[in-house]
């Protein structure tokens, strides 16, 4: 590519800058035409698992933040309505705090990413840094944070969005792309805060105790924690309502060998879509699933554990096959060009992210009420660890906010024009001083519909199953 492409790349960030200033991002005002806030959580709710919605609808219900994660068509509908740059790179629609964390690469390193992809598509990258921006002005709120530190890591978040863009723009075309944070750069970073305010070492411990818990999580401990012996037979344990092994579900013997064999089915066309040909799900059979419940805005969509056996039974896999429907932002958007949802979150996953599992795919598969799903396959547990934000003091909300700013950058750049979107930032921090503007009204526009959903909730319009 020669200078002159950059240099026009450079100008059409520019020129975004001139036709839609930064400032206009700042604040948010509700349109006069604002959906019902839990009318669109109805409508969402009409294609999930009926007897899991009240699960889903309890989860929302335990604070504005948790709310927050389960709003996520409520804000693409809001977002919808705001200025953008008119630069589109691949999104991952759900940018919020608590889908960044550490997790496994193929080559045994841990890093620190984006780990969920639910929502993606291409679309303005300005939505994900507004959706991660104001998950922290919440959550701050949530953990008791005064104004001030609300704003400090909704700055923050911004400003190290903005300067890791302009780096990598400035990097060679490889170096920008391999470009991501490990785990001892994370420490060593946590480390460098620690010494520069003087602070106790309790940051530096969590930081350590979340990657050590995280390198215990693989197949072998889910298998111990999820597993057991039935009758000579390996079993998924049963927990209702949120894990119901199959035959719970189906207790017709027909209907469960043909729920089985449709797994079995799923599993082996799901093996085309892998990266590595000669993979090693081949040396792997298929023993028993159940339907698990997961996350918030997750629940409710149709999620099995697999349980696969390798030489033995104690050479466990065990898997997600997790259904994948409709993006919330195609609505505002436009039709993802994939057929499958599955594959969208997939290609969208292996873009945005620095290293994938090797055992990520999808597959579509027609259940037995005749409809057609697509789903996406994952290893359940995979090195993975994520932040407790009940136990996070403002400093390490801050020094998080930054992890996660960076992170959403690299993603960005790898899907996207970076050179573009560094020149629309520009130096200063005015494009920081309006996303904190935007988070803070937004925080208090998600604190108006927390309040309608527990209305809601306590007229008997929606019914919900808290403490689950």
Known sequence: MSLSDFDER???????????????????????DRPDPVALLEEQATNRVPELVPIRYGRMLASPFAFYR???????????TTPVSGIVT??????????????????????????????????????????LAASF??????????????????????????????????????????ERLDADQLLELARSEEHAHRADKLQVKRADAIIAKARTKDSTAAFAKLVRVVDGELRIRADPPLIEPVEHLFPDADELRDVQNWMRRLIEEYRS????????????????????????????TRAWVLLLRGRDEGDPLILQAKEAQESVLERFLGASPY????????????????????????????????????????????WKGSIDLDDVRPRGAKLYARLCGQALARAHSRAGDRVAIAAY????????????????????????????????????????????
């Open 10 to 32: 450079r100008a059409r960030g520019q020129e975004a800058r001139r036709q839609t200033p930064r400032r206009l991002h700042a604040g948010w005002t509700p349109p006069d």
């Open 70 to 80: 389960g709003a996520a068509l409520l804000m693409a509908s809001d977002l919808s």
């Open 90 to 131: 691949q999104i991952c629609g759900d940018a919020h705090l608590s889908n960044f964390g550490v997790f496994g690469t193929p080559e045994r390193t841990m890093v620190f990413d984006l780990n969920d992809f639910d929502e993606t598509l291409p679309g303005p990258w300005e939505w994900d840094l507004k959706r």
């Open 137 to 178: 002005e919440i959550a701050g709120r949530n953990a008791g944070f005064s104004p001030a530190e609300c704003r400090e890591a909704t700055m923050t978040v911004a400003r190290f969005y903005r300067e890791e863009m302009r780096k990598l723009a400035a990097e060679p075309v490889m170096t920008a792309w391999y």
């Open 273 to 300: 879509t892998l990266l590595v040909e000669n993979h090693p799900i081949r040396e792997f059979e298929y023993v028993h699933m159940a339907r698990k419940v997961v996350g918030v805005g997750s629940v409710g």
């Open 339 to 382: 057929a499958s949802h599955g594959q969208r979150v997939v290609a969208g996953q292996r873009l945005m992210q620095a290293a994938s599992d090797i055992f990520l795919g999808w597959q579509s598969a027609e259940g037995g009420d005749g409809i057609v799903r697509d789903f996406y396959i994952r290893q359940l547990f995979d």
């Open 425 to 468: 930032l520009g130096r200063s921090d005015s494009f920081d001083r309006a996303i904190a503007d935007f988070s803070f009204d937004y925080a208090d526009q998600n604190d108006r519909d927390y309040r309608a959903f527990v209305e809601a909730e306590s007229t008997g319009r929606i019914t919900a199953l808290t403490g689950l």
